[in-house]
């Protein structure tokens, strides 16, 4: 059973650049089983989906986000990490990692952790 | 890519039939059976309660159940249970080889 944890700031300044690392137990993030990515849902709304990667080299990007959004993985860490720069208050949101495959079903939620833009 | 169109509230009595429709085009929900269905409870992560449009995953309840037609899925509960009262989500693979969701439905059991 695939068990995501999501770490990182929970405040960034607006401009600056969003960080944060999910790490994997139970599998793999080199496995050709999954696809390792990023969803975010803003206080009182619904989900949004920001992208993902695929055997750590194949990325896909929501192509709103596309400008600013990084998607990576370290397989020596069994992590992947989410980079989204120039941040608003628009990107304040919960965002969870989580593990897909190929794109059609989510299965494996992290937690989910609050990241708040402030001004 | 425009978010699928879900209605954003839906209410039933314990027992009774709801289903949750979901509206997308051909270039996602009508274009591939590659439509999923996600429970999330306030605070809670979501849970994925059907893919491929009407498998159900292990551990789902049977009362759970997905359809497709055309440009349009729906999400049917049966034998409503006050459990059930969560918002629900709907999810298709897109012809961008992307992912795009709806924008959530409240179920509210009376």
């Known amino acids: 059973q695939l068990q995501l944890q999501e770490s990182g700031p929970g405040l960034v300044k607006a401009s600056e650049t969003l960080s944060l690392t999910c790490t994997v137990s139970?599998?793999?993030?080199?496995?050709?089983?999954?696809?390792w990515g990023w969803i975010r849902q803003p206080p009182g709304k619904g989900l949004e989906w920001i992208g993902s990667?695929?055997?750590?080299?194949?990325?896909y990007y929501n192509p709103s986000l596309k400008s600013r959004v990084t998607i990576s993985a370290d397989s020596s860490k069994n992590q992947f990490s989410l980079n989204l720069s120039s941040v608003t208050a628009a990107d304040t949101a919960v965002y969870y990692c989580?593990?897909?495959?190929?794109?059609?079903?989510?299965?494996?939620w992290g937690q989910g952790t609050l990241v708040t833009v402030s001004s | 890519q425009s978010a699928l169109t879900q209605p954003a509230s839906v209410s039933g009595s314990p027992g009774q039939s709801i289903t949750i429709s979901c509206s997308g085009t051909?270039?996602?929900?009508?274009?591939?059976?590659?439509v999923s269905w996600y429970q999330q409870y306030p605070g809670k992560a979501p849970k994925l309660m059907i893919y491929?449009?009407?498998v159900r995953p292990s551990g789902v309840s049977d009362r759970f159940s997905g359809s497709k037609s055309g440009n349009t899925a729906s999400l049917t509960i049966s034998g409503l249970q006050a459990e059930d009262e969560a918002d629900y989500y709907c999810?298709?693979?897109?012809?961008?080889?992307?992912?795009?969701f709806g924008g959530g439905t409240k179920l509210t059991v009376l």
């Open positions: 139970g599998g793999s993030i080199s496995s050709s089983s999954y696809f």
């Open positions: 990667v695929y055997y750590t080299v194949s990325t």
């Open positions: 989580a593990s897909d495959t190929a794109m059609t079903r989510t299965e494996y």
């Open positions: 491929d449009v009407s």
């Open positions: 051909s270039s996602d929900v009508g274009g591939y059976n590659y």
């Open positions: 999810g298709s693979y897109t012809r961008s080889n992307t992912v795009v």
